[in-house]
């Protein structure tokens, strides 16, 4: 009995490891989600955000633009990770970098919208040459993200119409060519 008790310790001992390497329910539901929004085209940024002291775990979620618009880049900030000294763009956001659409109001209305369909654990949102990039800590899964990424769309296409079309070629973000050392 004691030799029975001792194998199947020893057996339930080697196969611990493999309990490991199963993915938890959280790396399950942001694989989903990822590969949901990878689906209808947009990326994933697992690089850090634009701010110094941004909490750990933030991922962006971006949109990339038509490369013949010129669309404004801004930076809006959650209230938490903003300075008071920034100017109120909505409810609980403030202007790290303001948008020369600021004072549109169906730009102020589409931010409004989009803010308020967002989780707690939205960062920031920023427009850069990129795209739109919301960056947040993903904790909704895939049919709790519908409302903000409908709004998130409806956002994107608006500064896409509210931007003139550009008559330069701008270059991909990351495809510039490197200057030769002297």
């Given at each position: 009995?004691?030799?029975a008790?001792i194998?199947?310790?020893?057996?339930?001992?080697m196969?611990s490891?493999l309990t490991?390497?199963?993915?938890?329910k959280r790396?399950?539901?942001?694989?989903?989600?990822r590969?949901?929004?990878?689906?209808?085209g947009?990326?994933?940024?697992l690089?850090?955000?634009a701010l110094?002291?941004?909490p750990?775990?933030?991922?962006g979620?971006?949109?990339?633009w038509p490369?013949?618009?010129d669309v404004?880049?801004?930076?809006?900030v959650q209230d938490?990770w903003?300075?008071?000294a920034?100017?109120?763009?909505?409810?609980?956001?403030?202007?790290?970098?303001e948008?020369?659409?600021?004072?549109?109001?169906?730009?102020?209305a589409?931010l409004l919208?989009f803010?308020r369909t967002?989780?707690?654990?939205?960062?920031m949102?920023?427009?850069?040459l990129s795209?739109?990039t919301?960056?947040?800590?993903e904790?909704l899964?895939?049919?709790?993200?519908?409302?903000?990424r409908?709004?998130?769309?409806?956002?994107?296409?608006l500064?896409?119409?509210?931007?003139?079309?550009?008559h330069?070629?701008r270059?991909l973000?990351g495809?510039e060519p490197?200057?030769p050392?002297?």
């Amino acid at each position: 009995m004691t030799t029975a008790l001792i194998i199947i310790f020893v057996v339930l001992a080697m196969l611990s490891p493999l309990t490991w390497l199963r993915p938890s329910k959280r790396e399950t539901r942001t694989s989903l989600v990822r590969k949901a929004v990878i689906a209808d085209g947009m990326r994933v940024d697992l690089k850090a955000p634009a701010l110094s002291d941004a909490p750990k775990g933030i991922v962006g979620y971006r949109r990339p633009w038509p490369t013949e618009r010129d669309v404004t880049p801004f930076i809006l900030v959650q209230d938490e990770w903003a300075s008071d000294a920034l100017r109120e763009a909505v409810p609980g956001y403030r202007w790290r970098e303001e948008s020369r659409l600021a004072d549109d109001p169906d730009v102020a209305a589409a931010l409004l919208r989009f803010t308020r369909t967002l989780p707690e654990d939205a960062l920031m949102l920023e427009s850069s040459l990129s795209g739109l990039t919301l960056w947040w800590g993903e904790s909704l899964d895939v049919e709790s993200c519908h409302d903000w990424r409908r709004e998130f769309e409806a956002l994107h296409a608006l500064l896409i119409d509210k931007a003139p079309i550009s008559h330069k070629r701008r270059p991909l973000v990351g495809t510039e060519p490197k200057m030769p050392d002297a």
